[in-house]
């Protein structure tokens, strides 16, 4: 990549099931954080781009305007930009293409989901819209069901164990008890994880992800504007991004996202780095399977070790790679438009060194890894600090 | 703009009421038509964005998956950019950072819609959530009442009357006759304008565009490619990008829409020129009265005279600037994620002089102009012919 593009301000607002805080209210907490974060003011921002993944979450056909509108941020540009759970990282990398083709120099990149005002089937049911809307949904998909199939071949095809899965959720826990922000912050036992209730054999319900409200959003500025914030630049070396086949039982592989495969080369040659280089990460566990196959298919581990990878601590703080140290989708939660927009805060703050006890001790490369649906579209996006 | 992008390929598919095509079925159409165009195949293009507006017409949460995987796009890149009715001229603006950033040489940007799946009154709903979720919507708020709204205050303030509403759906009805992929290919009077059923004072069915079903693809190019197709490219020289509040009470005027002002001055002053000019123009006539605010808002005529403007025929070919002479929203069709791709594949024809009995005679640069919702986002683009 030609162009020298760094996130100069961070924030994720608190994530949870937020009854005092309306879809826009949890936009504003999130904005007000990252420009307080860089030191600046609203006015201070060229050009905004909202993430926001579903109309039926938001009641609301145009939801980026809602933003806009109770941010005050009128007459500048702002649209939406949607890649179902994947949309805070296209969103991040609309936000590198505003900077980096020259239409502006300080961009705001929103994210924000209000999912609770919905009942949990219900936004179960919205999101398996996330599946082919004529050969999948209709028939009953959701996405357990996607990531039960993605899990069941795994552990036929790797001998992946259902005690495995578990463990990437207790370590998500262990961590997401330490991030005040993080929707369900308290750790969980291995038993605790197995004896809860089955959702899609094999996933139980601490294998899934939290049906989560919530903020997150960055600052980006070029090259040249970049030194004139509060806080060190973190720049964005790497942008991949993929797509896969609508249907899975059109892919060539059950157990591999070849789309988080294809992304992430792409971001790696972007960086001119590997995947040993990379200090830190946050990957899409929207199921603890997810998290286990993104890293084979990010290439932290060789493909089908990533079962022993967890049960060897090997992505714990001191082990081989960090992840989701945040919580995760897991811990911290997922609403699903602000889910890429609050990885990419996690990385500046990791960069930055300012994770307290959940800091990646002397972190200087970081990784987001972002799936929309079952891997139809991925974003992987590589920072390195200043 | 530092960067020169073209478009190099444009096709609109035939827009109507598609009982015969799913939305994915449109959209390669559409994209057939565009690679055919310029002269290339599919594998020639290195990214793709796609414009849906709405989550509800396409019962599905990644519209744009579905688009790529019935196209057999992946693994390259591809996402959706939303911005109401103002979506397509989003995604072409994102596909123009995409070139001029340097992240792709070839961009395909797809818009399509698949309105009529729902009945009309149910359309109606579906895009009235386009308005305030919290503040208008739910009180019964939709688009014939936003803009019969903005024509009483125009009426009130300019004079304005519902003859001259009347003659801009005879003019697009003329044009709309004439272009054999609109939706109402027949020509109308003033007397059977004035005589349709009331909609929302003063608007009438005539007033009113299209519940449409319809894609359009361009393929874009950066400067170092742009000779490499079958046609002459059609350089993009100016995009402007504005918003308002999501409230039209909150406006500062109602006959007024700042965003296409705003919108406006921004890409003039990109191309470096000013409204004179511009050779041909598609506006985004949603309703009559839109289209008359769009003439004085864009600066063709003087605020206040858009009416008799349209009465002295200054917008028919042979006038000062010949306006939506594809037929407009108003009888080509108004497919709301379409609308925006479909404006540039126009003008690109007319630039190229491909345009028949409604060719705009020796047309150098002409001008498209999107509107989201009541005005909440709008888009402005120029484009010059080589």
């Known amino acids: 990549m030609k162009k020298k ?3 100069v ?3 994720q607002g608190k994530f949870g099931a937020r009854g005092d805080a309306s879809h826009r209210e949890l936009a504003f907490e999130a904005v007000a ?9 609203l006015s201070d921002v060229d050009s905004m781009v909202t993430s926001v993944a579903a109309d039926e979450f938001s009641f609301s056909l145009q939801p980026s305007a809602q933003m806009h509108d109770y941010l005050e941020f009128y007459p500048k540009a702002n649209f939406r930009v949607e890649g179902a759970c994947a949309s805070g990282s296209m969103a991040i990398r609309v936000g590198w293409m505003t900077i980096a083709s020259g239409l502006a120099d300080v961009v705001l990149v929103l994210g924000a989901e209000k999912m609770t005002e919905v009942s949990t089937p219900q936004a179960t049911e919205i999101m398996g819209k996330g599946g082919d809307a004529i050969w999948e949904y209709p028939f009953g998909m959701t996405f357990p069901g996607y990531y039960a199939m993605v899990a069941r071949a795994h552990m036929a095809t790797f001998g ?3 005690e495995q899965l578990a463990m990437v959720a207790v370590k998500n826990h262990f961590y997401g008890s330490q991030n005040p ?10 038993e605790q994880a197995l004896k809860s209730f089955m959702v899609a054999y094999p996933l139980k319900l601490y294998d ?4 989560t409200d919530g903020a997150a959003a960055v600052i980006l500025a070029s090259e040249e504007r970049a030194g004139d914030f509060a806080k060190p630049p973190v720049w964005i070396e790497g942008i991949g991004t993929a797509t896969d086949t609508m249907r899975i039982s059109d892919r060539e592989s059950i157990h591999t996202l070849k789309a988080t495969v294809v992304a992430g080369k792409e971001a790696y040659r972007h960086a001119g780095i590997g995947p040993d280089e990379i200090d830190v990460a ?20 060789p493909k089908g070790e990533g079962g022993s990878f967890i049960e060897d601590r090997q992505t714990y703080i001191g082990g081989k790679i960090p992840v989701n140290v945040d919580g995760g989708l897991k811990s911290k939660g997922h609403p699903i438009g602000a889910t890429g927009v609050s990885m990419a805060v996690e990385i500046v703050k990791q960069l930055r060194g300012e994770c307290g006890t959940r800091q990646v001790p002397g972190a200087e490369v970081g990784l987001t890894h972002n799936v929309g649906g079952s891997g139809q579209v991925v974003g992987v996006t590589i920072y390195r600090k200043d």
Request: charged letters at 20%; a negative charge; glycine letters at 8%.
């Open 5 to 7: 593009v760094a996130i």
């Open 9 to 11: 301000g961070a924030a």
């Open 33 to 41: 954080g990252a420009l307080k974060d860089a030191g600046i003011r």
């Open 160 to 162: 992946t164990t259902e």
């Open 181 to 190: 922000l993080a929707h369900m912050q308290k750790e969980i036992t291995l």
């Open 208 to 211: 899934c992800s939290l049906i």
């Open 282 to 301: 946050t990957v899409h566990d929207c199921f603890t399977i997810a998290e286990i196959c993104a890293y084979e298919d990010l290439g932290f581990c």
